[in-house]
Structures are given as C-alpha cells and as structure tokens.
C-alpha cells in the first residue's frame, strides 16, 4: 500500500485579530494511500461546510474517510474529528495526556470533545516515530503544546511534511523561533528537526498550520501557491450589500 495523493482541502491562514482574538484559519489535508482516506486535522467549527464542500470536491463522503491524524488538540485543528463517524482518531499520547489536565476554561483546548476523544475506542495514542499508515509517520515536534506533532507523507521521490503548529507559518520557519508556544525553546528544536526533515528529500513541500504550501528553492523557503484569502461583510443596512475585504497579498 502506497500514497497515491496528497491534496490541501483548506489552507490555513497567519492571521490574528487585535479585537477578535485569534482566527482559528487552519490547514486541513487529504492523503490516499490504497484504500485508505486519511485527514491531516479538521478545522475549526466555521471550517465545517467548507470541509464538507472540499471534500465532495475530491469525491469523498465524510463517512468514508478512514483515519483522521490531529497534530495537536487545539480546538481549530482537532475538534471536527466528530465529523467522520468510521474513522480512526490519531493523536500523540502526549498531547492527550497533556489536554486531559488543561483546567477547563484555560486555552484553546476543547475540552469536552478532548474528553470525549480520549474515551472513545477509535482513538489510536501515538508516540514518537509511529507508522499511522505506510507512507505516513508520525514525529513529535514539542513546545507549541507538549505532544505536538508534524506528519510526514512520503510519496514517489517527493515528500509532504504536515506541520500543525509546530511552525505556523513561514516567519516561524525562518526566524526558527515560535509565537504562542508554551516552551520557546522546545519550539526552536523543533522548528531545527523540522529543517533537517525538509532538506532530507528534494522536492519535499512543507504545510504549516496557518499558512501556504512551501518548499525550499537554494536553501530558501519559498510559497508553492498564492493567497486567495478575503472576508465579506454586511456592513449597511442593505441586506445584499457585502462589503469584501481582501486579505490577499498584493
């Protein structure tokens, strides 16, 4: 059993606001590998129609999705995992350990979903280095939470490494330091480890959790794809006048 594809259903974004709070714009990926239909993490609660649009697109149904691998257990990446009924749920022993003693009401974790997950007999617990399936390993890259993961897809001569939050977006990837972590110099080891998987395959493509599909070009990071990000708004009285915002880069 080989990977046969790999495609980014939603592609996140690095973007915070000061009066909002953080946006939660994750990265969501499909692999097939035989028979088998793997998600790399699910997005938030406002990423479910887009999932299930995404999805269709592929000519997948969500029950027929057969694993679904979360990088860590914050919520704009982990708590769609109810979505996919026949699924089985893969995440670090670590990192669900570590979310089962997060006080309630304390972070991005969810904590009744996370509850819910660690009970549940479709949950796999990885550890560092395991095979989710052939093709698809699993790495634990601490410091953004403590059982992080990155997922690394090896397909023909090119690989595709998953992430999470490990290095959100490329600032993180080149200045090799970490925003919102919870150990910034675990962050740093494990942005270092991310590097040294990188430039172990040529043509290997790097996803970061909010941000475009990368790849190295001379040693530098460099996007694969161009922004197509915006939000609309209602913001006069007429119900069919949205204001859009482009959040594209120009």
């Given at each position: 059993?080989?990977?046969?594809g790999v ?21 969501v ?25 995404r ?7 969500p ?7 979360l990088?860590?257990?914050h ?8 979505m ?51 093709g ?33 977006n ?8 970490a925003?919102?972590?919870l150990d910034a ?40 794809a ?15 006048d949205l ?6 880069e120009?």
């Amino acid at each position: 059993m080989t990977v046969t594809g790999v495609d980014i259903l939603i592609t996140g974004y690095p973007g915070v606001s000061p009066s909002n709070g953080g946006m939660g714009w994750s990265s969501v990926g499909l692999v097939r590998t035989g028979e088998r239909i793997v998600l790399v993490d699910t997005g938030p609660f406002g990423a479910r129609d887009l999932l299930r649009r995404r999805l269709a697109e592929h000519g997948v149904a969500p029950d027929e999705v057969t694993d679904v691998v979360l990088t860590h257990c914050h919520h704009d990446h982990s708590v769609n995992w109810t979505m996919f009924p026949n699924a089985r749920v893969y995440v670090s022993r670590i990192e669900m350990e570590w979310a089962l003693r997060v006080p309630h009401g304390e972070g991005p974790v969810p904590e009744l979903y996370v509850r819910e997950l660690a009970s549940s007999p479709a949950t796999t617990l990885l550890e560092d280095g395991d095979e989710i399936v052939p093709g698809i390993r699993a790495e634990l890259v601490p410091g953004h939470t403590p059982g992080s993961l990155i997922v690394t897809v090896d397909h023909e001569d090119t690989r595709t490494i998953f992430l999470g939050d490990a290095a959100k977006n490329r600032a993180e990837l080149v200045c090799r330091r970490a925003d919102a972590t919870l150990d910034a110099p675990l962050s740093r080891d494990s942005i270092a480890r991310i590097w040294t998987r990188w430039e172990e395959v040529p043509n290997t493509t790097v996803i970061p959790g909010h941000d475009l599909p990368m790849g190295l070009i001379e040693g530098e990071c460099h996007y694969q794809a161009v922004r197509q990000t915006s939000v609309q708004a209602r913001l006069s009285a007429d119900f069919d006048d949205l204001t859009t915002f482009d959040l594209s880069e120009t």
